[in-house]
């Protein structure tokens, strides 16, 4: 069979370096290490929350933000910094390599400072004012999110963050793609980070999409989702060692606000545009990090489409099951979770799969595999029918 | 950056619907504080916000002037502080009673909802994405604009709607909400106006208007306005610059014309 050509940078672009922050640690190897081990990081959600449901909250201290950022300091932005400190010397060596005014930064958040917002509204009907200094525009925004992420990163190129929900620190991958080929930027530092607030918990419950116990995606008794938060960052670069973003394909349900559709039919084309963005075939795919939230709906619809392109034997991982959904940080989290399968050929269990569900017609592994894997794609699917699904490679 | 064509544009804001109604001068009509949005007729209108709906009325107005097929067309959307109000509503509703939320107005709360309606109303699978930020989000959804088109997408769409804040947030001193919408093409063929060269300079930010306050769309006015004067000039793309390096800007052109130099708009 021919192989399709890619388009864009051929050969795709290197990943220089990555971390992330969630329910399962605190640093990069601490989550990595406890993905290896088939440890969730799930647990009990904030006290405030009035119904039962489990939660993939950060359990470590946060440290406050420097002095000059102090009108800023919000959980999300503590978890960005948490997760950016990991990749600051790479960060540093692209800067020095390419110039500040050469770096752009695209952040994918759902939630920025919701949490405190919340709060403020709150003291605000208790009190009749909001906390000093409270400006939900300027500091509790995705204004205020890269106010920090500049300040800490140095970057004097495009800054943005993507907002379409759960996919939105996925999106931000076909984003850098654009960029560095269009030659605006030698460089991006892509992430996503999302903080647990009663708005999306008490969202997701209002939809009757959360689980009172861990969820169990692709299993035949998955019941719906966790929330969790967390923070993952990428550093993709126009030339440089690494992993390999290949391929980006982005598209819409044109279905339903909050319900996927059953046909798969958008989910099947952010997955074709992105193979053939990539120029890879289906066949040469050896890993599908679903998007597997655990809802009945979802996890049907998705390995319909997955069948559709790969056959009933692509091996399919969710790993919701380890640190709840992350929403506007699940797309990054989960990038690295297939770029650390891609480096050390290991396929994490899908944790709470087993017995999986036999309509589904995927191989979704219950227990961890070694593969020599060359390339992976990772599917992230949204509100408002946004798709999108990446493409990795293993490095050259 | 390459050459982009603006082949359509359309604007909404409260009372003064449409570029020519606005930068005619047109007297405020006070029947047209909602936006027509004929896309969202139904029950699927029925559910959409207020932000959404001036988004997607903007949306159509520069679809149909460009002629562009709606359910091809890639879009990008952004707004600074998304589905503002509809945020609000869901706070009151935490802190009143039970503390239960609307799924509507849950799944009405996210950045994306306007992209998710008018993809939804139009049957459009291609591509959408939001962006949100600062003073600079307007230029952001150009480059981004232009970044696609360089990638090979025939023609895209960029939708900006801001929404006045509501107390006890509102700190941008604005009266009216705003929507603007550019369909573009790299095709010179039937366009309106020429855009090139987008980047920071050190030229004025574009003037607060009085109606919109702090709302970082109406850094889109400049543009539309040259491109309806049919001037060309360099103008500016936010209206609070002040980062290194200045303000975003983009030479316009009308189409057949090569803009002359830096005119300050």
């Known amino acids: ?396 | 950056m390459s050459v982009a064509h603006v082949h359509g544009v359309g604007l909404f804001t409260a009372g003064r619907p449409g570029v020519g109604a606005f930068f005619s001068g047109s007297d405020f009509d006070p029947d047209v504080e909602r936006p027509v949005a004929r896309w969202l007729e139904g029950p699927l209108g029925r559910r959409a916000s207020a932000l959404t709906r001036i988004g997607v009325e903007a949306l159509e107005q520069a679809v149909g002037a460009a002629r562009f097929d709606a359910k091809t067309i890639a879009t990008i959307w952004a707004t600074a502080h998304g589905e503002h109000e509809t945020a609000v509503s869901i706070l009151s509703d935490l802190f009143a009673g039970e503390g239960r939320i609307s799924p509507t107005r849950f799944h009405n709360s996210v950045y994306n909802t306007a992209s998710g309606y008018a993809s939804i109303a139009t049957g459009n699978r291609a591509p959408s994405t939001t962006l949100s930020g600062g003073p600079d989000l307007f230029a952001m959804a150009l480059l981004e604009a232009l970044c696609t088109l360089r990638g090979g997408t025939r023609e895209v769409a960029i939708v900006m709607a801001d929404e006045p804040m509501l107390a006890p947030f509102d700190s941008r001193a604005a009266r009216a909400p705003l929507a603007i919408a550019l369909c573009l093409s790299e095709r010179s063929i039937g366009s309106l106006a020429e855009l090139r060269s987008l980047e920071r300079r050190r030229i004025a930010p574009a003037p607060r208007h009085p109606d919109f306050g702090g709302l970082y769309v109406s850094g889109a006015l400049p543009l539309l306005e040259a491109i309806w004067r049919r001037r060309a000039v360099r103008v500016p793309l936010e209206i609070d610059g002040g980062r290194p390096g200045g303000v975003w800007s983009i030479e316009v052109a009308p189409a057949g014309e090569r803009s002359s130099g830096d005119e300050r708009c």
């Open chain 1, 1 to 396: 069979m021919k192989e399709p050509r890619a388009r864009g940078s051929v050969g795709g672009l290197p990943i220089t370096a990555f971390s992330v922050v969630n329910a399962l640690g605190g640093s990069t190897a601490e989550v990595l290490d406890s993905l290896h081990a088939g440890r969730h990081g799930l647990g009990p959600p904030p006290p405030e929350t009035p119904f039962v449901t489990v939660c993939g909250a950060v359990r470590i201290e946060l440290e406050a933000l420097d002095r000059e950022l102090s009108g800023w300091d919000f959980r999300n932005n503590r978890l960005a910094r948490r997760a950016f400190l990991e990749v600051e010397p790479a960060l540093a060596r692209a800067r020095e390599r390419f110039g500040a005014a050469r770096i752009g930064l695209a952040i994918g958040s759902s939630t920025t400072a919701m949490h405190e917002t919340e709060l403020a509204f709150a003291e605000h009907l208790r009190t009749g004012a909001l906390p000093p200094g409270f400006d939900v525009q300027r500091y509790a925004s995705a204004e205020g999110l890269l106010h920090v992420m500049r300040e800490l990163t140095g970057a004097e190129g495009p800054a943005i963050v993507v907002s379409t929900a759960c996919s939105s620190s996925a999106k931000v991958f076909a984003t850098a793609r654009r960029w560095i080929d269009a030659d605006v930027v030698d460089a991006v530092l892509v992430g996503g980070v999302d903080t647990l607030c009663q708005t999306t918990l008490r969202g997701f419950r209002a939809l009757s999409l959360l689980s009172a116990e861990p969820a169990r995606p692709f299993s035949a008794e998955r019941r719906g989702i966790n929330i969790g938060e967390g923070a993952a960052f990428a550093l993709i670069e126009r030339r440089g060692e690494g992993p390999r973003l290949l391929g980006a394909g982005e598209s819409a349900d044109a279905h339903h606000m909050s319900s996927p559709d059953p046909e798969g039919i958008g989910a099947r084309l952010a997955m074709q545009a992105a193979l053939d963005e990539a120029g890879v075939s289906p066949e040469s795919v050896g890993l599908v990090n679903a998007h597997g939230t655990g809802t009945p709906k979802n996890d049907a619809m998705e390995a319909a489409a997955i069948r559709a392109i790969f056959g009933e034997r692509a091996l399919t991982v969710s790993t919701k099951g380890y640190t709840g959904h992350l929403l506007g940080a699940a797309g990054a989290t989960e990038a690295v979770f297939v770029l650390d399968a891609l480096l050390r050929g290991f396929v994490p269990a899908s944790l709470g799969a087993d017995p999986v569900d036999p309509e589904l017609g995927i191989e979704v592994p219950t227990a961890p595999l070694r593969r020599d894997l060359r390339i992976a794609i990772s599917n992230s699917f949204a509100f408002g029918g946004s798709n999108a699904c990446l493409v990795f490679g293993a490095p050259v």
